[in-house]
């Protein structure tokens, strides 16, 4: 059984920065393009970022600039970094493959951006 397990959410307040980690229970990521999905309050699930196992990266145009994405085949991990928050990132941010896997979804990481 397959689990992703998001850590690192947190409240911030505007402009300020987090770092989400995602970690796999086994090994998935040396063979799949792997991402972050966010989803809002009263709002679909969307794609924020995704990495190749070649390290190639893709990002929504709403968090272009202000994102990052980084993995680690060897530790089965992948993070996010971002910075300049604004409070429409405000939502639940889940890792995954891309395409997503539905038995992969777990129970992912709250961020609040507040003031």
């Not at 689990?3 to 796999?24: D, F």
């Not at 991990?77 to 971002?82: E, P, R, T």
Request: positive net charge.
């Amino acid at each position: 059984q397959v689990q992703l397990v998001e850590s690192g959410g947190a409240m911030v307040q505007p402009g300020g920065s987090l770092r989400l980690s995602c970690a796999a229970s086994r090994s998935i990521f040396s063979t799949n393009v792997m991402a972050w999905y966010r989803q809002a309050p009263g709002k679909q699930r969307e794609l924020v970022a995704d990495i190749t196992t070649g390290g190639n990266t893709h990002y929504a145009e709403f968090v272009k600039g202000r994102f990052t994405i980084s993995r680690d085949n060897a530790k089965n991990s992948m993070d996010l970094q971002m910075n300049s928050l604004k409070p429409e990132d405000t939502a639940v941010y889940y890792c995954n493959t891309n395409p997503p896997r539905i038995n992969f979804w777990g129970q992912g990481t709250q961020v609040t951006v507040s003031s």
